[in-house]
């Protein structure tokens, strides 16, 4: 069975906070178990925000890989890795500015809009402008299926797959294609032929997709298939040439959406968050001192949890008994705030316990952490490896 693969990454922001928690990695944490995942630090993008003052970003990816790890990213089931320590994503970055048209650049939504919101920053660079082909290699230089990411990451991942497309259309037509591909398929044995140039016929003259997603099952289940046929037999389905470089699909999380201490979305813009290790004595202080419905100054004014910025803390942590207590005791006005908040921060605190005890052995013993980093650059560079043998043949550039 060829498993699909899964890979993200994060640039480097230091302490996490339970917005990337509930929004990211506990997705990673249950992804981690149902694929083969791929977890780094986009420590070179940071770079392409913060080439002025570089210096807190290899602490700020220690700090980041701890928070993963204390929230449940398992070394055993994952690969975690830093991007610079794999400098075969910079060779491919390279190698696909090459073939990768400006337009398609400068119309990559997010490259306004960043320029925008980080206005007292001078981002007219050549790296800044080419973050999406940077996030393109990093993603198709594992050969990822799928790419676990917000909203806001879909214009990347769907520019990865025209770069993907372009480059086998570009590259992808080798000598011998025909020839190979017929080779291929005898592997197949005949009854699945039949039906792998059934499906085939289905996709390109009615362009069914799930035509061609039975039809890659199909390849799947056959393991006497080398990489390099499957990637034919891929590029041969989708009418392409060869497909040496796989299209990723965004995997999109529903967007948890995870209400920070005002009320607000959290984020570290805000000031407004909770980190996921905080200390208890933190957290509890944040909470009491959050605001609530303004109309209830005294005790005795009834309030609406509809107006009040705690409310949807309570959707994310209590359960439908605690909520009906909070509604009935709010606009009755049978409960205090302070005595509203208590199960919220109880929830927190509780949330975040293992996470704390999960952390302590790595901070205490620093190199386990550099050890699991050093032995996912191995494994990653590995496979990274192995698509730039196949990019630079396709290109033609063996001196070997
Ligand atoms: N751009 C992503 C973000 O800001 C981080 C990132 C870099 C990434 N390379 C990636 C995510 C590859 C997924 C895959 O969140
Ligand atoms: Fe908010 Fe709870 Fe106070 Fe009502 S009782 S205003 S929901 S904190």
């Known amino acids: 069975m060829y498993a699909q693969r899964v890979l993200s990454g994060m640039r480097p922001t230091g302490s996490l906070h339970l917005g990337h928690y509930?929004?990211?990695?506990?997705?990673?944490?249950?992804?981690?178990?149902e694929y083969p995942c791929l977890f780094f630090v986009a420590d070179w993008h940071a770079l392409t925000t913060q080439y002025d003052d570089p210096q807190g970003i290899v602490g700020a990816t220690w700090e980041m890989i701890i928070d993963w790890l204390a929230a449940g990213v398992d070394p055993a089931r994952a690969t975690l890795f830093i991007q610079s320590q794999v400098p075969e994503h910079a060779e491919l970055h390279l190698l696909l500015s090459m073939m990768t048209p400006l337009g398609w650049l400068e119309r990559v939504?997010?490259?306004?809009?960043?320029?925008?919101?980080?206005?007292?920053?001078?981002?007219?660079?050549?790296?800044?402008?080419?973050?999406?082909?940077?996030?393109?290699?990093?993603?198709?230089?594992?050969?990822?299926?799928?790419?676990?990411?917000?909203?806001?990451?879909?214009?990347?991942?769907?520019?990865?797959?025209?770069?993907?497309?372009r480059f086998n259309h570009l590259y992808g037509r080798e000598a011998g294609f025909a020839e190979k591909v017929a080779e291929a398929l005898t592997?197949?044995?005949?009854?699945?032929?039949?039906?792998?140039?059934?499906?085939?016929?289905?996709?390109?003259?009615?362009?069914?997709?799930?035509?061609?997603?039975?039809?890659?099952?199909?390849?799947?289940?056959?393991?006497?298939?080398?990489?390099a046929d499957r990637e034919r037999l891929r590029g041969h389905l989708e009418g392409t040439g060869k497909m040496i470089l796989v299209e990723p699909a965004a995997l999109l999380t529903a967007a948890a959406r995870m209400p920070g201490v005002d009320g607000q979305k959290m984020s570290k813009s805000y000031g407004n968050t909770i980190t996921l290790r905080e200390d208890a004595a933190s957290v509890t202080h944040k909470l009491r001192r959050m605001p609530t419905d303004p109309a209830r100054i005294r005790r005795n004014d009834p309030g609406e949890p509809g107006n009040c910025p705690v409310w949807p803390l309570h959707q994310v942590y209590s359960d439908e008994a605690c909520r009906a207590w909070v509604e009935q005791g709010c606009r009755s006005?049978?409960?205090?705030?302070?005595?509203?908040?208590?199960?919220?921060?109880?929830?927190?605190?509780?949330?975040?316990?293992?996470?704390?005890?999960?952390?302590?052995?790595?901070?205490?013993?620093?190199?386990l952490v550099r050890e699991i980093v050093a032995e996912g650059n191995r494994k990653a560079r590995h496979l990274a490896r192995e698509t730039m043998r196949d990019v630079r043949q396709a290109l033609g550039l063996n001196f070997g």
């Open 22 to 33: 509930h929004g990211v990695l506990k997705n990673w944490v249950r992804l981690q178990n």
């Open 109 to 165: 939504p997010t490259y306004k809009d960043q320029q925008e919101k980080l206005e007292n920053k001078d981002l007219s660079t050549y790296g800044f402008l080419g973050y999406p082909l940077l996030q393109a290699a990093d993603i198709l230089i594992y050969r990822a299926d799928k790419v676990p990411v917000g909203e806001d990451q879909v214009p990347h991942i769907e520019f990865s797959r025209e770069i993907a497309r």
């Open 333 to 367: 006005a049978g409960i205090g705030c302070l005595e509203c908040k208590q199960p919220v921060i109880d929830a927190i605190l509780r949330e975040q316990a293992p996470m704390r005890e999960r952390a302590r052995e790595y901070i205490e013993q620093p190199e």
């Open 187 to 227: 592997r197949l044995g005949a009854r699945r032929a039949r039906r792998y140039e059934e499906l085939r016929t289905r996709y390109q003259e009615q362009g069914e997709p799930s035509a061609i997603e039975r039809a890659q099952a199909l390849l799947d289940e056959v393991p006497a298939l080398s990489l």
